[in-house]
């Protein structure tokens, strides 16, 4: 007798539908969804991919260079529930769900707070989260059969298609978890943490703080072991980092 599938849950079943537009070269997939947005238009679950990005940019509005053979790909969803999708957790969220989906498939990839994904000591992707107008917006680019910059790591030999996919199943799945509200996001970065064992130097609203990095806590923050004490980041950018991690 075969066994039953498991219930969805009901945030799985609130999620929209993704429907996806595939596009050969566009300035930014994240500056589309967003006119698209402003523009009063329907985007709840729309996906814009672009083989090519020409003004592609990461958090802080920093560039992000986006070559033909990455994967590059931009979403949104409605919040239907309260202004969650505004909790700054939301970003680690997605990158451990997507570092795991890649470790499954057979990557080593870490997470480095709060939103890189790293392949060995070299940058393979990341992505940006931004609140518009009632909507998540993410944006995630991944270098698969592009050049990488120098200092970055590519997927070489994977299907851009299957990355493709694999990213919004892996955005899928870690919206769920956050909106469902579950313990746990330090203990599921742990084993993936790109951080582990460093000392860092991370840069915030108030200025630029030092120290042994910790882990962070379930709420996302990372935490830090500076000279006065245990320091709690709730949002930030570690400029950098010195050590290896441990393992």
């Known amino acids: 007798m075969s066994e039953e599938p498991a219930p969805a849950s009901p945030i799985a079943a609130e999620l929209p ?34 083989g090519e990005q020409t003004a592609g940019r990461g958090r802080r509005e920093r560039g992000w260079e986006s070559p033909v053979g990455g994967s590059y790909q931009s979403l949104a969803v409605q919040d239907r529930w309260g202004g969650s999708l505004r909790d700054p957790a939301i970003t680690l969220h997605l990158a451990v769900s997507l570092g795991e989906s890649f470790r499954e498939a057979g990557a080593k990839v870490s997470v480095k707070w709060p939103n890189d994904l790293y392949l060995g000591e070299g940058k393979l992707g990341g992505l940006l989260c931004e609140y518009v107008r009632g909507h998540l917006v993410v944006g995630v680019g991944i ?11 590519a997927l070489t030999g994977w299907e851009l298609a299957f990355v493709d996919d694999l990213v919004l199943a892996a955005v ?4 769920e978890v956050a909106l ?43 935490q830090l072991l500076a000279d006065n004490g245990t320091v709690r980041v709730k949002s930030g950018t570690v400029r950098q980092w010195s050590g290896r991690p441990e393992g």
């Open 172 to 175: 899928r799945a870690g919206l």
């Open 17 to 50: 539908a993704w429907r996806v537009e595939r596009h050969e070269r566009l300035p930014s997939t994240q500056a589309t969804v967003r006119e698209r947005l402003e523009a009063g238009r329907e985007v709840d679950g729309l996906v814009v991919r672009a």
């Open 180 to 222: 469902e509200g579950a313990p746990g996001l330090a203990g599921r970065l742990e084993p993936l943490d790109h951080l582990r064992g460093r000392s860092v130097l991370v840069e915030t609203a108030t200025g630029l703080q030092e120290g042994a990095y910790v882990g962070v806590d379930d709420g996302g923050a990372l």
């Open 143 to 153: 270098n698969v059969a592009n050049p990488a910059p120098p200092t970055g790591a």
